[in-house]
T-cell receptor, first 116, second 112 residues
Framework: GAVVSQHPSWVICKSGTSVKIECRSLDFQATTMFWYRQFPKQSLMLMAT?????????EQGVEKDKFLINHASLTLSTLTVTSAHPEDSSFYIC????????????FGDGTRLSIL | AQSVTQLGSHVSVSEGALVLLRCNYS??????LFWYVQYPNQGLQLLLKYTSAATLVKGINGFEAEFKKSETSFHLTKPSAHMSDAAEYFCAVKTSYDKVIFGPGTSLSVIP
């Protein structure tokens, strides 16, 4: 149980393109989803917390207008990288948490974004 | 503020040897603690979690971790390493703001 699906797994696109990444909880309802960015050989950096039906909460230093997050349902959150540039190239990972207190986060398989 | 440290960015063990990955945390409240494993180009998979029940927690793939409050530690162990255990391991603590903070990670290599 507790499967999180992230799509696409790999994206290569030109600079200036906007890219949408989807994160779905397949067998549970996730009121909260999280978006992380991971640089090579480094740990995960939390970008934002996405709550169903409300605005996302962004971490300090993360551009809200660059990384648009929408959490329209209890099973889907999307991250859109707007007008992507090479410095946005990275590994993006989403996670979803069940409602119970202390429940762990379940992670998607990540999206490798490469901007040319 | 909560934080997580992992001693040793890289650990190498022989196949069949004991695996010990260290994690220390700081938390002003009783913590929720987790160990995750990450294989190349993949997301994170939960190995085990501590949520204030038993101090010795058993997880998947033969891993276990012991919560020691006096040492603020949550070290991960496995009696006998397997080649398939080679991966990146992250210790994490859930904060009072309901976020999870990850340690810097430990890369485990298993030598045949």
């Amino acid at each position: 149980g507790a499967v999180v699906s992230q799509h696409p797994s790999w994206v290569i696109c030109k600079s200036g393109t906007s890219v949408k990444i989807e994160c779905r909880s397949l067998d549970f309802q996730a009121t909260t989803m999280f978006w992380y960015r991971q640089f090579p050989k480094q740990s995960l950096m939390l970008m934002a917390t996405s709550n169903e039906g409300s605005k996302a909460t962004y971490e300090q230093g993360v551009e809200k207008d660059k990384f648009l997050i929408n959490h329209a349902s209890l099973t889907l959150s999307t991250l859109t990288v707007t007008s992507a540039h090479p410095e946005d190239s990275s590994f993006y990972i989403c996670s979803a948490r069940e409602r119970e207190n202390g429940a762990p986060q379940h992670f998607g398989d990540g999206t490798r974004l490469s901007i040319l | 503020a909560q934080s997580v440290t992992q001693l040793g960015s890289h650990v190498s063990v022989s196949e069949g040897a004991l695996v010990l990955l260290r994690c220390n945390y700081s938390s002003s409240v009783p913590p929720y603690l987790f160990w995750y494993v990450q294989y190349p180009n993949q997301g994170l998979q939960l190995l085990l979690k501590y949520t204030s029940a038993a101090t010795l927690v058993k997880g998947i793939n033969g891993f276990e971790a012991e919560f020691k409050k006096s040492e603020t530690s949550f070290h991960l162990t496995k009696p006998s390493a397997h080649m398939s255990d080679a991966a990146e391991y992250f210790c994490a603590v859930k904060t009072s703001y309901d976020k999870v903070i990850f340690g810097p990670g430990t890369s485990l290599s298993v030598i045949p």
